[in-house]
């Protein structure tokens, strides 16, 4: 157990519609990492947040979008959902900012999203 | 473009048998480049972060190396409970930085 944790493990849904996912650090940890992991692109960085505040972008379409709470808990928000949007979603956490620092990063169990 | 490769696809040895996975990168820079191991159906599990070229770390029956354009994790006498996909990515000294996966490797250890 990796200590953070993710909401909710299995989603389904439909074409069009929004989902939420949340994410909950270890404690202490003040940065949450989001990727998306599908069969034919593998795992993908989508975004950081540092305390509260967005850190680095990767590959994440404008129709997602983030935040980060001040209990530090982060949701990811999946809009217009496409087919193509089914995949692993997987939230980390570290104790760095991820500028210059060691990092280790800690994964959650991941929320599988089925978009039918 | 920035770009991480790791071969084999996948890999099947017998207990004891020790070999290496290789994950190749070109990149415009460096800031770390990390191991992880994943089970099917879990979140990866962070292994190694190496930093500059000539670094090595060790964890039990893995190694980890890195040079200038490669890194190797190197595994010695394998149990059946190493068989997992094994992860490398790297992590770019942008100013926004940004992590690249590579596509993995899976281990499957032969008791």
């Known amino acids: 157990d990796s200590g953070v944790t993710q909401t909710p493990k299995h989603l389904i849904t439909a074409t069009g519609q929004r989902v939420t996912l949340r994410c909950s650090p270890r404690?202490?940890?003040?940065?949450v990492y989001w990727y998306q992991q599908s069969l034919d692109q593998g795992l993908q960085f989508l975004i950081q947040?540092?305390?509260?505040?967005?850190?680095a972008k990767g590959n994440i379409l404008e129709r997602f979008s983030a935040q980060q709470f001040p209990d530090l808990h982060s949701e990811l928000n999946l809009s217009s959902l496409e087919l193509g949007d089914s995949a692993l979603y997987f939230c980390?956490?570290?104790?760095?900012?991820?500028?210059?620092?060691?990092?280790?990063?800690?994964f959650g169990p991941g929320t599988r999203l089925l978009v039918l | 473009e920035d770009q991480v490769t790791q071969s084999p696809e996948a890999l099947r040895l017998q207990e004891g048998e020790s070999s290496s996975l290789n994950c190749s990168y070109t990149?415009?820079?460096?800031?770390?480049l990390f191991w992880y191991r994943q089970d099917p159906g879990k979140g990866p599990e962070f292994l190694f972060t190496?930093?500059?070229a000539g670094e090595e770390k060790e964890k039990e029956r893995l190694k980890a190396t890195l040079t200038k354009k490669e890194s190797f994790l190197h595994i010695t006498a394998p149990k059946p409970e190493d068989s997992a996909t094994y992860l490398c990515?790297?992590?770019?000294?942008?100013?926004?930085?940004?992590?690249?996966f590579g596509s993995g490797t899976r281990l499957s250890i032969r008791p």
């Open positions: 190496l930093y500059s």
């Open positions: 980390a956490s570290s104790s760095s900012s991820g500028r210059g620092s060691e990092e280790t990063q800690y």
């Open positions: 990515a790297v992590d770019l000294p942008s100013s926004a930085s940004k992590i690249i």
């Open positions: 947040y540092y305390n509260g505040e967005e850190r």
């Open positions: 990149v415009s820079g460096l800031r770390g």
């Open positions: 404690s202490g940890d003040l940065s």
